[in-house]
């Protein structure tokens, strides 16, 4: 029997560890600031008007709404290098040794890790909503489009963060999963619509592209900020994508973490 | 005869080829202290780590209360709490933090969490570090916030590793207290430690472990007492001393041995010391022998180490 009590009080320990990386955070949000007012706007100026036209009327807003899913992303993943943290510092004994059951502890893993991620990316969000809103003010913007992408990029998160945890807990060495989600992370944000629409790929690019959960993300969060355009992913196809992206991660994650606690394989 | 809070039945851990607790069987009473005594590499954090459910024994079990660690893991945690010898903290938390999360998961309700919190961390010296990361803390520091996760749970079983290395000699005073308050107020406690002198004035019990083997378990003064002629009572005399009256001295009872290292310098060896010297000092004025000086020793856990290893807990350490 699971108890919810538990389960959030694990994922709160994960909420109040991420405030806690304070520099971590600053500079994270500040990388934000600096690819909407530097990179956006002046790759924007860059842009012939049929390109601004075929990816929404503006190429700002386009690529406004793909960095913050590409921030709520990289900090999602964060969840796996506290997993490597509190291995080296042995909290994960500490942990283990709780009057909290191994299926609670993963399951609030899971949440806090994806949680947190969305509580601090969502003042972004909303300045990106603001930025898009702002420069097509003749945009209709429909709540309910809103808010199902929004629960959609919640789904999202835990997803990334299970995903995370699948790595954390698959790669036995830091310095390997470093590596290796460092090279994820760059292919999952390039091989994706965060920057760029499907339609500018070469074909054999874009039939990848096409199936990550980073364009499910980007393309289903600009439906739901209004942006109209024929290069993005239909949004039923979208949410999806993201569901099914959060059923396999988010349980491969907790059923991986817990085996691996009670196998004892963590030592 | 009470029930033991904990029994331990043939509990075994092997990593590979290395075999850390070997067999290992031990009870331990509801309210006392018992103090795991051992040098490094005895196999007493991985009894430990097993009794918590943290590691999964090879071969047999531990009951923490009525539960079987191995079959119902879950409930026999909510019996126990830890102190880890290595604090178990990330470097970006406070000590409020850290100990407010850990009473809270340990179901303390927050009307009695803050009051709790206030006095442990005044007790073990961090209420005015309580805000600070910390990355920014000594080892002992570090080491008093794990004490101190203990003392907030109040846990019916608290299980202590190593609770002052790194600690300052008033600073160990304190958290000997803080141990035994624990008691007081109803927890047992299993104390690991290589430190003889801590094993001696707290531990109701102590069990010696080596090699993963459980090699004697008895109150320490049972323990000193079990060393024949483990008590030493040297003798400096007025004169010196005959032949005949080294053999009368020797067929005293408890008396092991008589070593003359001057002719007018006697080292009994001998037990229960107390009991046998004033038999000695009549001995020695019907003998029309004065006496100068007297000096009387007990001998230590480390010489009842010995006694049943062969080595000092030191040398134990260094194979």
């Known amino acids: ?267 | 005869m009470p029930e033991p809070i904990i029994r331990i039945v043939n509990l075994t851990k092997k990593f590979g080829n290395l075999t850390a607790v070997d067999h290992l069987n031990l009870e331990i009473e509801e309210g006392e202290i018992l103090g795991l005594l051992g040098p490094n590499g005895a196999g007493k954090t991985t009894t430990l780590l097993m009794l918590t459910t943290v590691l999964r024994p090879t071969e047999g079990t531990a009951f923490v209360g009525p539960y079987d660690v191995t079959q119902e893991p879950d409930k026999a945690r909510t019996l126990v709490g830890m102190a880890f010898q290595d604090p178990k903290v990330l470097w970006v938390s406070t000590p409020w933090d850290i100990l407010n999360w850990h009473a809270k998961v340990c179901g303390i309700p927050s009307n009695e969490r803050e009051k709790r919190l206030r006095w442990v961390l005044e007790e073990v010296g961090l209420w005015n570090e309580r805000r600070k990361s910390v990355h920014t803390f000594s080892g002992g520091m570090r080491k008093r916030i794990e004490v101190a996760k203990i003392l907030v749970q109040r846990p019916k079983i608290a299980i202590i590793d190593e609770p002052t290395t790194q600690i300052d000699i008033v600073g160990k005073h304190r958290i000997w207290n803080m141990i035994r308050s624990l008691r007081d107020e109803g927890s047992t406690i299993l104390l690991a430690t290589n430190e003889l002198y801590e094993a001696d004035v707290l531990s109701d019990r102590v069990a010696i472990i080596h090699r993963g083997k459980l090699l004697v378990c008895d109150n320490p003064k049972k323990l000193k007492d079990s060393i024949p002629g483990g008590d030493v009572i040297e003798v400096v005399l007025g004169k010196d001393v005959s032949k005949k009256c080294l053999e009368e001295v020797e067929r005293m009872n408890r008396v092991v041995d008589v070593l003359s290292t001057k002719p007018n310098h006697l080292k009994i060896y001998l037990n229960k010391a107390e009991e046998v010297l004033p038999q000695i000092t009549e001995f020695f004025l019907k003998m029309r022998i004065p006496i100068k000086s007297v000096q009387m020793s007990e001998p230590t856990l480390d010489d009842v180490f010995a006694h049943y290893t062969g080595l000092t807990i030191e040398e134990a350490e260094k194979r």
Not at chain 1, 26 to 53: C, H, S, T, Y
Not at chain 1, 118 to 144: A, E, G, H, K
């Open chain 1, 1 to 267: 029997m699971i108890s919810l009590r538990n389960v959030w009080v694990v994922a709160e320990r994960d909420l109040r560890t991420f405030l806690n990386y304070k520099h971590v955070l600053i500079m994270r949000a500040l990388w934000f600031l600096a690819q909407i007012a530097l990179f956006g706007l002046v790759v924007n100026k860059m842009l012939r008007p049929d390109v601004q036209e075929a990816v929404g009327g503006s190429y700002f807003s386009f690529y406004a709404a793909g960095i913050i899913i590409s921030l709520l992303y990289s900090t999602s993943v964060f969840i796996g290098y506290d997993i490597y943290e509190e291995a080296d510092h042995g909290v994960i004994e500490y942990l283990l040794s709780l009057p909290v059951s191994r299926k609670e502890l993963v399951l609030g893993r899971s949440i806090g890790g994806g949680l947190r991620s969305f509580l601090y990316v969502s003042p972004m969000l909303m300045v990106v909503l603001y930025l898009i809103w702002s420069s097509n003010p003749q945009s209709f913007v429909s709540p309910l489009q809103l808010f199902i992408a929004f629960l959609a990029l919640f789904l999202f998160t835990f997803g990334v963060s299970g995903f995370s945890i699948t790595l954390a807990v698959s790669i036995k060495s830091s310095d390997k999963f470093d590596i290796f989600l460092g090279m994820i992370n760059a292919l999952i944000v390039r091989l994706s619509t965060t920057l760029y629409p499907l339609v500018y790929m070469p074909s054999y690019y874009a039939s990848v592209a096409q199936f990550n959960p980073l364009t499910f993300a980007a393309d289903l969060f600009r439906w739901g900020a209004g942006l109209e355009s024929a290069v993005l992913t239909a949004p039923a196809i979208a949410i999806f994508g993201i569901i099914s992206f959060f059923s396999i991660f988010t349980f491969l994650g907790i059923f991986l973490h817990e085996r691996v606690l009670e196998g004892g394989s963590w030592q």
